[in-house]
């Protein structure tokens, strides 16, 4: 049988032997936490507390403003700092909440319920609503809203996206060892809201042992199945794991419950089942702190708000100086300028890597290999868009399809003249973004 | 940790291949076929390929030296076309046909139009047109001390007989890197091993070029004369080396087939019907012409713009 993948992609070196064999630690924060009130898409929580408050963990300290938002919690008991700019992983400074943490770790009580039948399905989505959880892969999207869509009987598929197709992330691997019954549960809550639909654990093949754990798990689960994908980057991208396990394409404007579809990533999943059965806001994730600068690379549950500092000292340190440092994985994370920023929701990774191929490496003249065509998964063809983009030839550019860019990396990593041709193409489609919204 | 660290866009690490890397494994993989013509013609194909290599190197570093730009020879690409270009010479051609061809190549078809990934023409192909156009005597003179008489392909086109199996090994007339079959398939494999090119230009070139001689050959399906025409003259080495050339081929992949099969028939069209028995080296460079519009109307539909479910 074909394996289930899609068109193009590559097959970077994926680093993953690093840290996928060490069992997850507890990674206790001891100094200040950082809550930034935007780390969803969306428009930025408003702080419900002051200045010199006492705070207990678990307690709400920002509240949603707005229909696409998402409230923060506090993650350790402590008293509030201040409410300042703080940088972020992008560089941006954002509105953050700082907490000084008093090592006690008290905690608010929680409401957990016994059965899923308790609930209604509108209570379900509210309490996904209230416990702030996002899309957890990195884009950040509240799942409430993933979660009601116009036309619920139209949901055919809801995916577990467990492919991890970024080089050196071990996070969710790591999850589905340890803790598989939490990730096929927060399915089943899902699943619960969707008569019609049925379940999909998405796996890419390289992680055989997760796929045997969670097919034992679902054995008795008629409308849950467990499909191994292809490995190759960009597999978890949305729009491609939608085809590889569904054969539905989806373009850049429309969304995959257009296609009957729900997406959502493992530890996404998981904070669906805390926020549901445990009450439990979104208060920790899991981080894969790795690369060949550091000592002891390894996955950490982190409590949100962790300064990256003290992730880096509980791996080890340096065994040897970064050159560079991205957080989340090294094909869309964010490098960053030093460790002085919090733990987000959607960080998955601290990668701090020895040497950096961009700055290494210069951009030459272009030969129209075309092997950024072949490799491109939204099959469009980036050298061209690249030059649209450098010219600012707007009109070429879009009806070259341009907005259907995903960014996924696959052109830049491949040229070998080295060219940025994600970046720019990334950048026109940030202008044209801008514009539409404008209109 | 005081200083600040690198930051730059993502993706934040690149595959190992790079243009010259690539470049040199084109220019390894036409040592085979450079070697038997040496073999074959002797110490006159050294020198002429020395030549062309050194001219075309020399003025894209003069060039470039004088206008005041980055200095490229570093990518090979220039090698490139200075092998090539001396592969296509007869071993006869006196050593400043190859000096006048290399500066045409890259003076005229690949500078003046920007440099690497700029020219709109294979520029060893270009030089060598610009030879047969202007020398016509010396490139079409294939008498040397190894062989008198004609090419197999022009004894083929006046209807005698020819010997398949040397035209396969090599051990025939013609210019100094085109007579082996076996070097440049052996060259040609390395590259497809390397994924440096693919099949989808040689293969639908040659296919459609086969089927064009079965149609209007006058010898049906014949495998002899079919084979006859596949090893000899410029076919193999056109289109497992120059019709593959990246700068002036289409980019998209159907693009690529419709390229292929335009080469094959233009190919035939001028081997058959044509006043010389070549036909190689014009195909491609009409081809090169036609490149932008292949290109711009094969263009992928973007994923998902149709929708709907796969069948």
Not at chain 1, 86 to 96: A, E, L
Not at chain 2, 95 to 111: C, Q, T, Y
Not at chain 2, 149 to 166: F, I
């Amino acid at each position: 049988m074909a394996k289930l993948t899609f068109v193009g992609g590559i097959h970077p070196f994926d680093g993953k032997d690093m840290s996928k064999d060490k069992p997850i630690k507890e990674a206790l924060p001891k100094g200040d936490l950082t809550y930034p009130l935007s780390q969803h898409i969306g428009a930025p929580a408003t702080p419900i507390v002051a200045k010199g408050d006492h705070v207990l963990t678990g307690q709400k300290i920002a509240e949603a403003s707005g229909f696409v938002s998402a409230p923060v919690y506090a993650t350790v008991s402590g008293t509030v700092k201040a409410i300042e700019p703080r940088r972020v992983v992008t560089g941006d400074s954002v509105m953050s909440i700082i907490v000084e943490n008093d090592g006690l770790y008290e905690e608010v009580a929680y409401s957990p319920i016994n059965s899923l039948e308790e609930l209604t399905k509108k209570e379900i989505v509210e309490r996904v609503k209230e416990a702030g959880v996002v899309g957890m892969g990195g884009a950040g999207f509240p799942t409430f809203i993933k979660l009601s869509p116009k036309e619920p009987e139209k949901i055919e598929y809801v995916i577990a996206n467990c492919a991890e197709c970024e080089p050196y992330l071990t996070s969710d691997y790591r999850r589905m060892l340890e803790e598989p019954e939490k990730l096929v549960n927060g399915l089943k809550i899902m699943l619960s809201l969707f008569d019609h639909a049925r379940g999909i654990l998405a796996v890419e093949d390289n992680k055989p042992d997760c796929i045997a754990i969670l097919k034992e798990l679902t054995k008795n689960e008629s409308r849950i199945s467990v499909k191994a994908l292809k490995t190759k980057y960009p597999q978890g991208a949305e729009r491609q794991i939608i085809f590889a396990t569904t054969g539905r394409s989806i373009n850049s404007s429309m969304l995959p419950a257009d296609a009957g579809c729900i997406v959502d990533n493992v530890d996404t999943i998981v904070a669906v089942y805390h926020a549901v059965m445990l009450g439990k806001p979104l208060m920790n994730r899991i981080v894969t702190v790795t690369g060949d600068a550091i000592a002891d690379p390894r996955n950490f549950i982190v409590r949100i708000g962790t300064n990256y500092h003290e992730l880096v000292e509980e791996a080890g340190g340096f065994k040897q100086e970064p050159v560079k440092i991205i957080s989340g994985g090294p094909m869309m994370g964010f490098a960053i300028f030093d460790l002085d920023v919090p733990t987000t929701k959607t960080a998955s990774a601290l990668l701090c890597m020895t040497q950096d191929d961009v700055s290494k490496m210069d951009s030459t003249a272009c030969i129209n290999c075309g092997k950024c065509v072949e490799v491109c998964p939204g099959r469009i063809a980036p050298r061209r868009l690249a030059d649209y983009a450098e010219h600012y030839n707007e009109e070429a550019f879009l009806a070259e399809n341009g907005m259907e860019c995903c960014e996924c990396g696959c052109c830049s990593f491949v040229c070998p003249a080295k060219r940025p041709l994600t970046q720019t193409i990334k950048s026109m489609r940030k202008i044209q973004l801008g514009k539409r919204r404008k209109k | 940790m005081s200083e600040l660290k690198k930051v730059s866009s993502n993706p934040h690490i690149r595959s190992k291949v790079t243009t010259s890397s690539i470049m040199l494994a084109v220019v390894v993989a036409l040592l085979p076929a450079a070697g038997f013509g040496i073999y074959n013609f002797g110490l006159d194909a050294l020198i002429l390929i020395a030549v062309t290599v050194a001219t075309t190197v020399i003025t894209e570093y003069t060039y470039e030296k004088f206008m005041g730009k980055d200095i490229t020879i570093g990518d090979y690409s220039a090698v490139v076309t200075g092998l090539l270009l001396g592969l296509n010479l007869p071993s006869t051609a006196p050593w400043w046909i190859g000096a006048v061809g290399g500066v045409f190549a890259i003076l005229v078809v690949k500078m003046l139009f920007g440099g690497l990934g700029q020219n709109f023409m294979n520029p060893a192909l270009a030089g060598r047109c610009f030879l047969l156009i202007s020398f016509t005597s010396i490139m079409t003179n294939f008498d040397c001390d190894a062989y008198t008489g004609a090419t197999p392909l022009a004894a083929l086109k006046n209807g005698e007989s020819v010997n398949v199996l040397d035209m396969v090994i090599g051990r025939t007339s013609g210019t100094i890197g085109e007579t082996s079959m076996i070097a440049i398939v052996i060259g040609a494999c390395f590259l497809v091993l390397l994924g440096v090119i693919d099949l989808r230009i040689s293969g639908s070139y040659i296919l459609s070029f086969i089927v064009f001689l079965c149609l209007f050959g006058g010898h049906g399906m014949d495998a002899a004369y079919i084979s006859a025409h596949l090893a000899g003259g410029g076919l193999m080495l056109g289109a497992f080396f120059m019709a593959t050339d990246y700068v002036t081929r289409p980019i998209t992949k159907a693009g690529q087939y419709v390229f292929g099969i335009l080469l094959g028939c233009l190919t035939g069209i001028f081997r058959l019907f044509g006043p010389s028995a070549e036909g190689v080296s014009y195909a491609i460079i009409i081809g090169n012409l036609l490149t932008p519009l292949i290109e711009k109307a094969t263009l992928p539909k973007a994923f998902g713009t149709k929708g709907g479910k796969r069948a």
